[in-house]
């Protein structure tokens, strides 16, 4: 366990991991440009062996393209390729954090595993991919994250969730199931590791066009968004900058729900 003593975290920069950046038109991406434009040092995850197998696919050097981007704000950047499925992956990415940019004090858990399925189809393979990432690698990155945390005050965790508990998401069964379950973390979590200084929420983007979209889908998702427009990952993003920050050290144990008024 890493543990460095107060005052060098208060000399230190404020450094923060996000996972799930691989995709320049992303959450992740957004939310990494958003922290390093207010003086956060970067590191960020990616599996790009993922994205190969999602309808929107991924340009190979989109990450490389994001760190480029990144280090031109001023700050620095670094970056692991990480399957988040794997037990100890945890424990490897915080130590890489440490060893390249120093102790952090923010944990975005983005990184996310997601496929279309209902009761009639969903095998337990499929339910075990969904949980080892969705999950297991949430609650242990969170775990490994708190254990190296050895300041009073100031330390956050932000959850990525999808609103779960405001309507059903037929089709979604095992994405449903262990997004779900992150809400339940967050709000524990939160009581276990306040009296370390770190605040715990989650934040529930809605329908987000990071890419996936078909045009089908935006012409029937449009109406049910009182603005006028879709969920922009800069929409999230901005909210997740505010839950980083010193005015935010009240707030924790929150599911925030930043739809634009969606209707669901």
Same mark, same amino acid.
């Given at each position: 366990m890493w543990l460095l003593k107060e005052e060098e975290y208060l000399n230190s920069n404020k450094i923060a991991v996000i996972t799930g950046a691989s995709r320049l038109k992303g959450i992740g991406a957004a939310i990494c440009r958003e922290l390093a434009d207010v003086g956060y040092d970067i590191f960020f995850s990616y599996w790009t062996s993922y994205d190969k197998e999602m309808p929107w696919n991924i340009n190979i050097e989109e990450p490389i393209l994001l760190k480029e981007e990144l280090s031109k704000k001023g700050v620095e950047v670094s970056s692991l390729e990480l399957d988040l499925s794997n037990p100890n992956a945890s424990q490897q990415l915080i130590n890489a954090v440490i060893e390249k940019l120093g102790p952090p004090t923010v944990l975005i858990n983005n990184a996310a595993y997601s496929t279309n399925n209902n009761f009639a189809s969903l095998t337990h393979e499929e339910l075990d991919?969904?949980?080892?990432? !969705?999950?297991?690698? $949430? $609650?242990? =990155?969170?775990?490994?994250?708190?254990?190296?945390?050895? !300041?009073?005050?100031? /330390?956050?965790?932000? !959850? #990525?969730?999808? /609103?779960?508990?405001?309507? *059903?998401?037929? &089709?979604? #069964?095992?994405?449903?199931?262990?997004? /779900?379950?992150?809400?339940? =973390? $967050?709000? $524990? =979590?939160?009581?276990?590791?306040?009296? =370390? &200084?770190?605040?715990?929420?989650?934040?529930? *983007?809605?329908?987000?066009?990071? &890419?996936?979209?078909?045009?089908?889908?935006k012409k029937e998702l449009l109406p049910l968004f009182p603005f006028g427009r879709l969920g922009d990952p800069g929409d999230v993003a901005r909210i997740i900058k505010f839950l980083v920050s010193e005015e935010a050290e009240w707030i924790t144990g929150q599911v925030i729900n930043s739809e634009g008024g969606f209707k669901r």
């Amino acid at each position: 366990m890493w543990l460095l003593k107060e005052e060098e975290y208060l000399n230190s920069n404020k450094i923060a991991v996000i996972t799930g950046a691989s995709r320049l038109k992303g959450i992740g991406a957004a939310i990494c440009r958003e922290l390093a434009d207010v003086g956060y040092d970067i590191f960020f995850s990616y599996w790009t062996s993922y994205d190969k197998e999602m309808p929107w696919n991924i340009n190979i050097e989109e990450p490389i393209l994001l760190k480029e981007e990144l280090s031109k704000k001023g700050v620095e950047v670094s970056s692991l390729e990480l399957d988040l499925s794997n037990p100890n992956a945890s424990q490897q990415l915080i130590n890489a954090v440490i060893e390249k940019l120093g102790p952090p004090t923010v944990l975005i858990n983005n990184a996310a595993y997601s496929t279309n399925n209902n009761f009639a189809s969903l095998t337990h393979e499929e339910l075990d991919k969904h949980y080892m990432i !969705n999950v297991r690698a $949430t $609650t242990l =990155l969170s775990i490994e994250f708190a254990k190296q945390f050895s !300041n009073s005050h100031g /330390g956050r965790i932000i !959850n #990525l969730t999808s /609103g779960q508990f405001r309507g *059903p998401m037929p &089709g979604e #069964l095992a994405y449903a199931t262990t997004k /779900g379950a992150v809400d339940a =973390l $967050t709000l $524990t =979590l939160s009581a276990e590791l306040a009296p =370390l &200084g770190i605040t715990v929420n989650a934040v529930n *983007p809605g329908p987000t066009d990071t &890419g996936w979209m078909s045009e089908k889908t935006k012409k029937e998702l449009l109406p049910l968004f009182p603005f006028g427009r879709l969920g922009d990952p800069g929409d999230v993003a901005r909210i997740i900058k505010f839950l980083v920050s010193e005015e935010a050290e009240w707030i924790t144990g929150q599911v925030i729900n930043s739809e634009g008024g969606f209707k669901r």
